[in-house]
């Protein structure tokens, strides 16, 4: 079993693979929401992402004592499924090299990804995508850290592409209440639920330039929050236009009820095809990844990267798989 080659190793060689990550993050700022977040992720076996809040978070005077919070946190047994992010304070927030400097040498190996919110411009990004870089150097971390990144303002909507294609990015993260704030009137705040959400001519471009951006660029689109918390089927059917007409395949969850409801509305049924999927790569691996037949079919590398996608998603959303499967490519 040893010897048999990975798929991530013989079907992506010098290549990026889409990320296959679960379809809803839910943002907790407080150590109790964060708590109850962990405690509701782990009764779920780990279906969605939890990302841990510095900018809105951190009450004032207190930002270090957030983020080291935060640090104990990802680090105690609480943190069962190791799915959980940061969000960090923005470019023009003094305190945003203080979160990196203590969050990668206190948690750069658990922590799951880093967001970047409210930056301008890509150079900032890129900046700060560097000095994160710098910092897991400096520690000896030596994976990527995944980086999501805001586009809620008007020039990272015009520089949406060139931040797409920096480096470790994995989610380009829509933001609809601020990216409606910076037209300062020009698009009214009722549109800041739906129906308006989807229907003003300017949120509906800014969100399908997003969606372009990443999906073009190998990386996952996320749509913005429900403000209607205690609604779940508003929120299902916000998750549900979002993938249907623009295709976010993420979405914001900022309520405990929101988390199934996004769930529910974004992510097919994996178990179609899932038996399939394994036994064709299975078979796959014990030839090396050379041609097969399966079932009178041809099989090639094409369709290996489509079985291992799909193998993938039905994973992460808690389907069930043998154990011979988990042991061969998910151990």
Not at 51 to 63: P, V
Not at 207 to 220: P, Q
Request: contains cysteine.
């Amino acid at each position: 079993m040893a010897n048999l080659k990975h798929p991530k190793e013989a079907l992506f060689s010098g290549e990026k693979p889409t990320p296959i990550i679960p379809a809803c993050e839910h943002f907790a700022g407080s150590e109790k929401m964060i708590t109850k977040a962990l405690e509701n992720q782990n009764k779920m076996g780990g279906l969605f992402d939890i990302t841990m809040d510095c900018e809105d978070g951190a009450q004032t005077g207190q930002e270090k004592a957030h983020i080291e919070m935060i640090v104990r946190v990802l680090n105690s047994e609480l943190n069962k499924h190791k799915m959980s992010g940061v969000r960090i304070h923005d470019y023009s927030n003094q305190y945003w090299k203080q979160d990196v400097d203590i969050l990668i040498p206190g948690a750069g190996n658990i922590v799951s990804y880093i967001t970047i919110p409210k930056s301008t411009r890509a150079t900032q990004v890129e900046e700060m995508i560097q000095y994160i870089q710098n910092a897991c150097k400096k520690a000896g971390i030596t994976r990527e850290i995944p980086i999501h990144v805001l586009i809620e303002t008007h020039g990272a909507l015009f520089d949406v592409e060139v931040i797409a294609r920096l480096p470790w990015l994995q989610v380009l993260d829509f933001g609809l209440m601020d990216f409606i704030s910076g037209h300062h009137g020009a698009i009214p705040k009722t549109n800041m639920k739906s129906p308006g959400q989807f229907d003003h001519v300017l949120i509906r471009s800014a969100k399908a330039t997003v969606v372009a951006a990443a999906l073009g660029n190998g990386i996952i689109p996320a749509h913005n929050v429900t403000l209607d918390l205690k609604n779940p089927y508003q929120t299902y059917q916000d998750a549900k236009r979002a993938r249907d007409e623009f295709g976010f395949l993420r979405m914001w969850s900022i309520y405990p009820t929101q988390i199934q409801a996004i769930l529910d509305a974004m992510t097919p049924d994996y178990s179609v095809g899932l038996e399939k999927s394994y036994k064709v790569l299975m078979a796959a691996q014990d030839a090396d990844w050379g041609p097969i037949q399966f079932d009178g079919e041809l099989h090639d590398r094409a369709t290996y990267r489509e079985f291992w996608e799909h193998l993938q998603k039905g994973k992460i959303t808690g389907q069930k798989l043998p154990d011979e499967v988990i042991k061969r490519f998910f151990s």
